[in-house]
Each structure stands twice: as structure tokens, then as C-alpha cells.
């Protein structure tokens, strides 16, 4: 396909140009839709388009006066936020009004709570007109949630959206199984059963007896216990093999969730990333305003999807799975091949990787036959024998793209694990040296998130130990070579685990390692139905019940991310500046706001949502 080939209308203009009397499924994003595939609503559309649908794309709508001016979709409304949570895009860590959005060309164009925003919308204009609802924000909420934005625990986005399916998960499986039976005419109403979907219904009839029933929404609403204990079955039934259905009481209604989709076969995943995105935003659509989101990934390529990594804080295995899915070699040089033939493309793949760029081209055998385990992880709290990690098909496969004619730089510019590295025993040495001298571009991105064992057992990430040898390694590497290079290391404060102490044990291995260059350094935000999230609202883990410490106030919060970006300050004595955190006087502990200090009621700002 050529750029000027747009066959997915965006606009009322682009939407008369087609011809069409009503389109088959209108999707609603609060992204500019860019037709990239790091961009889930352009996955979708174009599976949708691949198995035959007429697909119109609607952004960032304003009202419902916005979505009335077209006409009702044959067979559904597909709704999504976009690639981010609408909360997590409009609000910072700490509570304040973000002043940009990388996917859009200026902030908070989507409302909070988009799916609901959006869905309510379709409803008063479209009464009937089934609605799909979708994506990270709808997918992590499923299930009565604890939100931190407004500190309670929240009804399943499927009651306050009134959404009549929620596809959780990644969806082209599902998608193509509903697809199937709608042209087949059956009711949209009457297809409740397709693995990765979730449903309410006031009928238990619609519930099948093997599905088991969870804490109620009124029990984990007034009970930690019952919240933790609902949290469990929820994480085990998409996380592991087992694959039980389950459903959960709210009033006179239940939440029922459907076994999760199995993840793509190497054959269909390469097909979904072959479908023909012009990897650029419909010229309708465009702005004088580049879209950030955009320049970052117009010339990477996404190797595989899914992680065993399952730290407590991320969504990742919650939303794509456990299992890692891996493109071939020769899906990804076709694609790269069409990329160098762009206008745009200067010689040099920005990133060639995945959600962590060395779990491409292995995989845990025994998952794959009986699936993830329900009481091992694969990497903490060390690397898992069975996993057999083996870099040797992603050398493969850094090397066939640097063949490429058009190719002048292949770079690596997702996070790094370095545990994988060192268990690697066979390609592990040779895969970090051409790391180091050949696919780094000035920086390496590690992601070792903290230095103290007691908040990174709390994250369910390795001790410090192995990013330790890789910094040593990585720059003895460069050292040999005169080549200067950098680690850029991603690192968080507020999460569980972290008080005074670990938050200064955090500063002080940041001026051990990082004595020149600033760091980058996030706050931990609550986001819904992740381990960390449950440990930040209930205080305990929920699978141990072991008491984790947790730090909810913002003054607090604040003053971690202060102390380990080294703030200086003026030292009135002296002269001179001193890094924040470097003595610990009981005055400055007070006026840091430390977990001593007298604790006050967290205000949140009355337009949350």
C-alpha cells in the first residue's frame, strides 16, 4: 500500500469519499489515530478491514453531537481510550493536570474515564447499537477496581459504561471469532461465551456452573481480606494456566469473565503486523502540532509481545501475557524492508525490540504446552532453568536487519534485562558485546527501578546484583574501544516497600552510578488491577498476606523523588551544595516529609473524575 491509499475513513469528508451507506463497526479512540500497529486501535481496525469489514475511526470526539453526524454501525460501536489510561494521560503522579499528551497535539482531549465518556455518548444517540469496549484502560478494569484518583474501590467499567461486551486482553482472536458469527447473523446479544470477553447479566442462567463465583463488589468495597482474596483469583485466571471462568456479584447484577485468549501463533502474529498500515496519520487528521507518539516509533519495529518478566507494577502480563510471542525473522525484514523504501526513513531503526528487547526468540517450553505457572514466576526471584534463555535468535535476527539495504544503524532502544543476559550461558557474553559496541546509541536503557532489596522484592524484581555486573561489563566494554556511551536507568519512588530509608539507600546508589547525569525518575501512580496497586490500597500482599509498608501521601511522595534526583541545595554553613539525603538529620527528615512526620488527609482535585 501506498501512503496516499487510505481505504479507513477518518472524517466525514474521508467517509463520503467511500461511498458507503453506514459503515460495519465505528471505532472510537482518544488517540489521533495514526495507522502504525504500536498503536492498538490501528491493529484493529486493520484486522477488522483484513476480515472484510467496512471500519470508520473516529478521534478524540468532543460530544455526541460529534459521533450522531454518522450513521449507526451495522454491527457494533468499538470503544477505547487509546494506547494509555485517560486518567494516567490527563494527571500526573502526584495528582496535577499534565500540560501535554503524547497522543494527541494538545492535552486532555479525551475526558476522563473515556470509555465510559464515550460510551455513554453512543448510548443516548445509539440506543440500539451493541457496544465492544477495549484496551488497556477498559481490559485493567473489568472487575470491581480499587482507583487511586478517587481513593474508593470502583464498579467494573462494564456497569458504568453499560457496554454490551468488553474485550479484555489483545483482541485479534477474539475479533475474528465474533466477526464470525455476526455475519453468520447470529445476535449480538446472544454471543457471551468467546474466550478473552467479558459480559454483565442479571440472568444466572448465562453463567455456566463450572465458573467460580468471587468476592462480591459490596465485600471487597468494605473488606481488605475479600479484596485481596477476589484479587488473587482474578490475577491467577489471566496470568497462569489456569483458565477458569469467573464472575463476581454486584447488586443484581454480575460481572462474568470468559477464559482468556490463547496468545498468536508465530504465523498469525506475522500476519497481523503484514497487514498494510501506512504507519503515518491520515492527511484529515493532520496538524501544523507533530504527535510525539508518532516520532517516536516511525522507524522501530515491534519483535514480539508479552512478558515473563511480571513485575508487580506493570501491566504488561496482566494485559498481553505471560507468554512471549515472537514475530519471525522474515516478518521483520519485510518490514523493514518496506521501511527503508519511505521518504522519511534516514538509514537508522530507532528500536528493534519489544516490551523488554531480549526476551525476543525464546520461550519456556513447558509453557507452551500447559501454559504459565500458577505459583512460579519466571524470573524472580531468580531466572528460571526451565526458561532456557538464548539470545541467540535475536543476533540473528540484529544481524539479518543490518544486512538491509537502506540500513545504515540498527539500535536497541528498549529496556535491557540484564538477569537474562548472565543465565544465558551459550550466546549471553556474545549478545552483550555486540549490545555494547553495536546496536547502542549513546545510551543503553536499563530499567533496574530501585537499589534496595526490600522495595525490589516488593516489585517482584531481581536485587541489585545483575545490573551491578552489566554496568561494570558495559563499561569495561567501552573503555577497550575508546567508545564513549552511557546507561540510562529508569527508576521509581512511592512504590510499596518504600520508606525513608530505602528512598535514601535509592539516592545515595544514584550518586554511587550516576554522579554526572541526571536520571530519569518516576513516581509510582496506582493504576488499576496491578499487584503493586492492590499491595498500595490494602497495605498487604495479597498473595503472601505479609504487611508491606506503603506511603500514600503526596508530600511524601514528592519528597522521595526530590532526595533521588539529588536536588542541591544551598548549605548555609558552608557554602556549599549538598545532595539531598546525604545526612539525616531529624530536622531534615521533618522537613522532607518523611514517613514520621504527622500524616494529613490526601487531597485530590474535584474534576478527577
Avoid at 17 to 40: N, R
Avoid at 52 to 76: A, H, M, N, R, T
Avoid at 547 to 559: P, Y
Wanted: aromatic letters at 10%; charged letters at 25%.
Amino acid at each position: 500500500m501506498t501512503k496516499s491509499e487510505w481505504t479507513i475513513p477518518v472524517d466525514l469528508d474521508s467517509f463520503h469519499q467511500t461511498g458507503w451507506s453506514q459503515p460495519d463497526v465505528t471505532l472510537i479512540t482518544g488517540d489521533i489515530y495514526v495507522d502504525h500497529p504500536s498503536f492498538g486501535v490501528a491493529i484493529v481496525a486493520r484486522v477488522l478491514e483484513d476480515l472484510g469489514l467496512k471500519v470508520l475511526v473516529l478521534s478524540q470526539p468532543e460530544s455526541e453531537k460529534d459521533i450522531s453526524l454518522y450513521p449507526s454501525p451495522k454491527y457494533f460501536f468499538g470503544i477505547t481510550s487509546g494506547n494509555l489510561d485517560s486518567m494516567v494521560s490527563n494527571y500526573t503522579a502526584s495528582g496535577k493536570l499534565r500540560k501535554s499528551d503524547a497522543y494527541a497535539y494538545e492535552a486532555r482531549k479525551r475526558p476522563n474515564r473515556a470509555v465510559i465518556v464515550y460510551s455513554n455518548w453512543v448510548k443516548a444517540q445509539f440506543k440500539e447499537t451493541p457496544i465492544v469496549i477495549g484496551g488497556l484502560e477498559a481490559s485493567l478494569r473489568r472487575f470491581g477496581h480499587y482507583d487511586w484518583w478517587q481513593n474508593k474501590v470502583r464498579h467494573s467499567i462494564l456497569l458504568d459504561s453499560k457496554a454490551d461486551l468488553l474485550i479484555f486482553g489483545m483482541s485479534e482472536l477474539t475479533l475474528k471469532s465474533l466477526v464470525s458469527l455476526l455475519k453468520r447473523g447470529v445476535p449480538f446479544n446472544n454471543i457471551k461465551y468467546l474466550d478473552g470477553t467479558a459480559f454483565y447479566t442479571t440472568n444466572t442462567s448465562q453463567i455456566p456452573e463450572v465458573y467460580i463465583k468471587m468476592d462480591s463488589f459490596d465485600e471487597i468495597a468494605s473488606d481488605i481480606k475479600a479484596y485481596n482474596h477476589a484479587y488473587r483469583l482474578f490475577y491467577s485466571t489471566n496470568t497462569t494456566a489456569n483458565r477458569n471462568g469467573i464472575y463476581q456479584p454486584d447488586g443484581n447484577k454480575y460481572v462474568v469473565q470468559n477464559p482468556p485468549s490463547r496468545p498468536l501463533k508465530q504465523s498469525e502474529m506475522d500476519h497481523v503486523y503484514s497487514l498494510p498500515y501506512n504507519k503515518e496519520i491520515h492527511p484529515n487528521l493532520r496538524h501544523s502540532t507533530t504527535l510525539s507518539a508518532l516520532e517516536a516509533v516511525r522507524a522501530t519495529v515491534v519483535t514480539h509481545r508479552g512478558c515473563y518478566g511480571e513485575c508487580n507494577f506493570c501491566a504488561i502480563a496482566i494485559h498481553q501475557g505471560r507468554t512471549v510471542q515472537s514475530r519471525s525473522i522474515s516478518s521483520i525484514v519485510d518490514e523493514v524492508t518496506l521501511l527503508t523504501q519511505r521518504d522519511s526513513f534516514n538509514g537508522t531503526i530507532t528500536d528493534l525490540g519489544g516490551p523488554t528487547a531480549n526476551m525476543y526468540g525464546f520461550e519456556c517450553q513447558r509453557k507452551l504446552r500447559m501454559g504459565p505457572c500458577e505459583h512460579k514466576r519466571c524470573l524472580f526471584p531468580e531466572v528460571c532453568d526451565a526458561l532456557n534463555a538464548n539470545h541467540g535468535n535475536y543476533l540473528e535476527l540484529l544481524e539479518a536487519v543490518s544486512q538491509i539495504d537502506g540500513v545504515k544503524h540498527v539500535f536497541i532502544s528498549s529496556g535491557i534485562r540484564p538477569d537474562l543476559i548472565y543465565s544465558d550461558h551459550k550466546n549471553g557474553s556474545e549478545f552483550l558485546k555486540q549490545l555494547t559496541l553495536k546496536y547502542t546509541s549513546g545510551y543503553l536503557k536499563l530499567a533496574p527501578e530501585h537499589f534496595s532489596t526490600n522495595v525490589l522484592n516488593v516489585m517482584g524484581k531481581n536485587n541489585k546484583s545483575t545490573f551491578e555486573k552489566l554496568y561494570n561489563d558495559f563499561y569495561q566494554l567501552c573503555k577497550q574501544k575508546s567508545i564513549k556511551q552511557f546507561i540510562i536507568a529508569y527508576l521509581m519512588v512511592g512504590h510499596p516497600g518504600e520508606g525513608l530509608d530505602e528512598n535514601i539507600e535509592l539516592a545515595e546508589n544514584i550518586r554511587r552510578y550516576f554522579k554526572e547525569r541526571e536520571q530519569p525518575i518516576q513516581i509510582f501512580t496506582p493504576t488499576p488491577s496491578t499487584v503493586s496497586t492492590t499491595i498500595f490500597y490494602s497495605g498487604y500482599d495479597p498473595f503472601t498476606g505479609k504487611r508491606i509498608k506503603v506511603e500514600k501521601k503526596d508530600k511524601d511522595r514528592n519528597a522521595f523523588k526530590k532526595r533521588a534526583l539529588l536536588k542541591l541545595r544551598e548549605d548555609g554553613n558552608s557554602g556549599k551544595n549538598e545532595g539531598v539525603g546525604q545526612r539525616k538529620t531529624s530536622k531534615r527528615i521533618q522537613a522532607e516529609g518523611s514517613g514520621h512526620t504527622r500524616r494529613t488527609k490526601r487531597r485530590r482535585s474535584s474534576d478527577k473524575g
